[in-house]
């Protein structure tokens, strides 16, 4: 009989059984679909972005514009927990999550609620990205879509990138970044079957983009002049780029570990955040939003500060993107990575003109593009994301040989110290994350009730030895569970091997119960317990079946016989996708 999850598959409205002949149509018909609609999410962010900076901006004068940061992270948070009920969080790693656990199901509310959210934080002034909620949005649009056309897990995990490449295409105007970030990051495995439908949902969001806004680049930048000098030290900005990502990572983390400890509900605790960034942004307003008007002075060449203030700025841009994400805002990582990667590379420029003044060096825009790559490839470790999400934003196609020097050595230096992504880290930790094509992700999709065992004739405590003996003769197992006559509830286990000599003394056939030889010490498995878990288990225990117990009550066994042998189907499915 076919599980549920194969059955699945099979139950598509009578409408759409058109595409049924070709799977991969049905795919890029729909990615195109998912793309345009998550296109559209990410342009009305940007937006509404837009409009909150603009009528916050006479106010930024006054003294007591310290607060508007405070009062749209606790708008922010307010808005999660009491409207649409849900927990605060950086929107990726839930992305990531749903890919990895979930088979892409994701709610529907979260298509809007992440996008409200995070206009209010950074629209008042919050240090933070609009990319990460545009991801969570369009990931949701694409498995909703799913769900209306009744679709399997692979499919909606196809549809859910998607939505996340739609997205990012069109909040950048950037199709191929929007396709490797989705790739890289959010599916993890480069699979034919994902990247047609996926890279047509980034340039459908991408068209969406241009079509209302116009096929402009985010940032644009003089004509570089590169030589072999200015190659060589961008090894020296690799390290630098590595050395803040590791700094904003650690930041993020011990933040938010601070947050928690503060006797504040979610509310308060993003107000009080939010209101320590307005105080940064009264004397550095150049680290308040997502800071791209900043970005774009410094890779046009028309940001005139000093060594110092710069420097100043890069810890300045850290803190805040900490206090703003750390303490409950809403928002992601994305656009503090870009100013913090340009305050970087300027800053280096400073310091290389400085020890060496003789040397003709390439402009500080040019060193302020490459530290953008560094600090987006190290945060995220993710060195293809960083490399063509620059080269689209920024044009500058002409620098790519040392755009992948800076992000792969970046990206190597921050995994010495942070072995997963800041993405990845807190999935890792808790056991969520689960890669493709590995025993977790295999057994992931399948559940303990898809290979419960239920032709095991259970037995009563209260029965006596050669009543079972007449029971084992008609059985082809050789344990069997034991309940309690009264309550049903389950007791343990008899294993023949354990009974061989008590079998064959007849003299004991009526003076031994059940309940006398019972092994009440087995260990049981929960029918919602995690199949790799229950392996690992299997392995120190050295047992080869154990029984499936809910609510005291046996359901049946599980033996690593039947679940390696539904591994080996669940394995060669995958392989053929």
Same mark, same amino acid.
């Given at each position: 009989?076919?599980?549920?999850?194969?059955?699945?598959?099979?139950?598509?409205?009578?409408?759409?059984?058109?595409?049924?002949?070709?799977?991969?149509?049905?795919?890029?018909?729909?990615?195109?679909?998912?793309?345009?609609?998550?296109?559209?999410?990410?342009?009305?962010?940007?937006?509404?972005?837009?409009?909150?900076?603009?009528?916050?901006?006479?106010?930024?004068?006054?003294?007591?514009?310290?607060?508007?940061?405070?009062?749209?992270?606790?708008?922010?948070?307010?808005?999660?927990?009491?409207?649409?009920?849900?927990?605060?969080?950086?929107?990726?790693?839930?992305?990531?999550?749903?890919?990895?656990?979930?088979?892409?199901?994701?709610?529907?509310?979260?298509?809007?609620?992440?996008?409200?959210?995070?206009?209010?934080?950074?629209?008042?002034?919050?240090?933070?990205?609009?990319?990460?909620?545009?991801?969570?949005?369009?990931?949701?649009?694409?498995?909703?879509?799913?769900?209306?056309?009744?679709?399997?897990?692979?499919?909606?995990?196809?549809?859910?990138?998607?939505?996340?490449?739609?997205?990012?295409?069109?909040?950048?105007?950037?199709?191929?970044?929007?396709?490797?970030?989705?790739?890289?990051?959010?599916?993890?495995?480069?699979?034919?079957?994902?990247?047609?439908?996926?890279?047509?949902?980034?340039?459908?969001?991408?068209?969406?983009?241009?079509?209302?806004?116009?096929?402009?680049?985010?940032?644009?930048?003089?004509?570089?002049?590169?030589?072999?000098?200015?190659?060589?030290?961008?090894?020296?900005?690799?390290?630098?780029?590595?050395?803040a990502s590791v700094l904003l990572t650690r930041s993020l983390r011990y933040s938010h570990q601070v947050s928690h400890r503060v006797r504040l509900p979610l509310w308060g605790r993003?107000?009080?955040?939010?209101?320590?960034?307005?105080?940064?942004?009264?004397?550095?307003?150049?680290?308040?939003?997502?800071?791209?008007?900043? &970005?774009?002075? /410094? $890779? !046009?060449?028309?940001?005139?500060?000093?060594?110092? #203030?710069?420097?100043? *700025? @890069?810890? %300045?841009?850290?803190?805040?993107?900490?206090?703003?994400?750390?303490?409950?805002?809403?928002?992601?990582?994305?656009?503090?990575?870009?100013?913090?990667?340009?305050?970087?590379?300027?800053?280096?420029?400073?310091?290389?003109?400085?020890?060496?003044?003789?040397?003709?060096?390439?402009?500080?825009?040019?060193?302020?593009?490459?530290?953008?790559?560094?600090?987006?490839?190290?945060?995220?470790?993710?060195?293809?994301?960083? &490399?063509?999400? /620059? $080269? !689209?934003?920024?044009?500058?196609?002409?620098?790519? #040989?040392?755009?992948? *020097? @800076?992000? %792969?050595?970046?990206?190597?230096?921050?995994?010495?110290?942070?072995?997963?992504?800041?993405?990845?880290?807190?999935?890792?930790?808790?056991?969520?994350?689960?890669?493709?094509?590995?025993?977790?992700?295999?057994?992931?999709?399948?559940?303990?009730?898809?290979?419960?065992?239920?032709?095991?004739?259970?037995?009563?405590?209260?029965?006596?030895?050669?009543?079972?003996?007449?029971?084992?003769?008609?059985?082809?197992?050789?344990?069997?569970?034991? $309940?309690?006559?009264?309550?049903?509830?389950?007791?343990?286990?008899?294993?023949?091997?354990?009974?061989?000599?008590?079998?064959?003394?007849?003299?004991?056939?009526?003076?031994?119960?059940?309940?006398?030889?019972?092994?009440?010490?087995?260990?049981?498995?929960?029918?919602?317990?995690?199949?790799?878990?229950?392996?690992?288990?299997?392995?120190?225990?050295?047992?080869?079946?154990?029984?499936?117990?809910?609510?005291?009550?046996?359901?049946?066994?599980?033996?690593?016989?039947?679940?390696?042998?539904?591994?080996?189907?669940?394995?060669?499915?995958?392989?053929?996708?």
């Amino acid at each position: 009989m076919k599980s549920e999850k194969d059955q699945q598959s099979w139950r598509y409205p009578a409408r759409w059984r058109f595409f049924r002949f070709d799977d991969r149509l049905l795919l890029i018909v729909l990615g195109a679909v998912v793309g345009i609609v998550a296109g559209l999410a990410a342009l009305a962010l940007n937006m509404g972005l837009a409009a909150l900076l603009h009528f916050f901006q006479d106010w930024r004068s006054f003294w007591w514009s310290w607060l508007i940061p405070a009062g749209g992270a606790a708008l922010s948070a307010l808005f999660l927990l009491k409207i649409v009920k849900e927990e605060q969080g950086h929107c990726v790693p839930e992305v990531v999550d749903s890919v990895s656990r979930y088979g892409g199901r994701m709610r529907l509310r979260s298509s809007f609620s992440r996008l409200i959210s995070s206009c209010l934080t950074i629209g008042s002034g919050g240090s933070a990205g609009p990319e990460a909620p545009v991801v969570m949005s369009g990931a949701a649009i694409g498995s909703n879509i799913a769900r209306v056309f009744s679709l399997n897990d692979r499919q909606r995990v196809s549809l859910l990138g998607c939505g996340t490449a739609g997205a990012i295409a069109s909040i950048f105007n950037a199709p191929i970044a929007g396709l490797v970030f989705t790739i890289e990051v959010i599916i993890g495995e480069w699979s034919a079957r994902n990247i047609v439908p996926i890279a047509v949902a980034a340039v459908a969001g991408a068209q969406v983009s241009r079509f209302f806004r116009g096929d402009q680049i985010a940032f644009t930048h003089l004509q570089f002049s590169v030589d072999l000098i200015d190659i060589l030290a961008c090894l020296g900005l690799a390290v630098f780029t590595a050395a803040a990502s590791v700094l904003l990572t650690r930041s993020l983390r011990y933040s938010h570990q601070v947050s928690h400890r503060v006797r504040l509900p979610l509310w308060g605790r993003a107000a009080v955040g939010g209101a320590a960034v307005g105080m940064i942004g009264l004397f550095l307003p150049d680290v308040l939003g997502e800071g791209y008007h900043v &970005i774009a002075e /410094i $890779v !046009e060449g028309a940001f005139m500060k000093g060594l110092g #203030l710069i420097a100043l *700025l @890069v810890l %300045a841009k850290i803190a805040a993107t900490s206090l703003t994400l750390g303490w409950g805002g809403s928002g992601g990582v994305f656009a503090p990575c870009l100013v913090i990667g340009s305050f970087t590379g300027l800053l280096y420029h400073h310091i290389i003109t400085a020890v060496w003044p003789s040397v003709s060096w390439a402009q500080g825009g040019f060193f302020a593009l490459l530290g953008m790559a560094g600090l987006v490839s190290g945060i995220l470790q993710a060195p293809l994301t960083g &490399i063509f999400l /620059i $080269v !689209e934003i920024t044009g500058g196609y002409e620098v790519i #040989l040392p755009l992948i *020097l @800076v992000a %792969a050595v970046s990206t190597s230096v921050c995994n010495a110290f942070e072995p997963a992504s800041y993405y990845y880290r807190e999935l890792v930790e808790k056991g969520y994350y689960r890669p493709p094509r590995t025993d977790a992700r295999v057994l992931a999709d399948i559940s303990v009730r898809e290979v419960l065992e239920t032709d095991c004739i259970v037995v009563p405590k209260n029965m006596n030895l050669g009543d079972f003996v007449a029971i084992v003769q008609k059985s082809h197992r050789n344990f069997f569970p034991v $309940v309690d006559d009264a309550t049903g509830e389950f007791l343990g286990m008899i294993h023949l091997d354990d009974i061989r000599e008590y079998i064959f003394d007849p003299l004991l056939h009526e003076t031994v119960f059940l309940e006398q030889i019972t092994d009440v010490g087995v260990e049981t498995v929960d029918p919602d317990a995690d199949l790799t878990d229950v392996l690992d288990r299997m392995d120190a225990h050295r047992l080869f079946s154990m029984p499936v117990v809910a609510d005291k009550r046996f359901i049946g066994m599980i033996s690593k016989a039947t679940l390696l042998d539904k591994y080996r189907r669940e394995l060669m499915v995958q392989a053929q996708i």
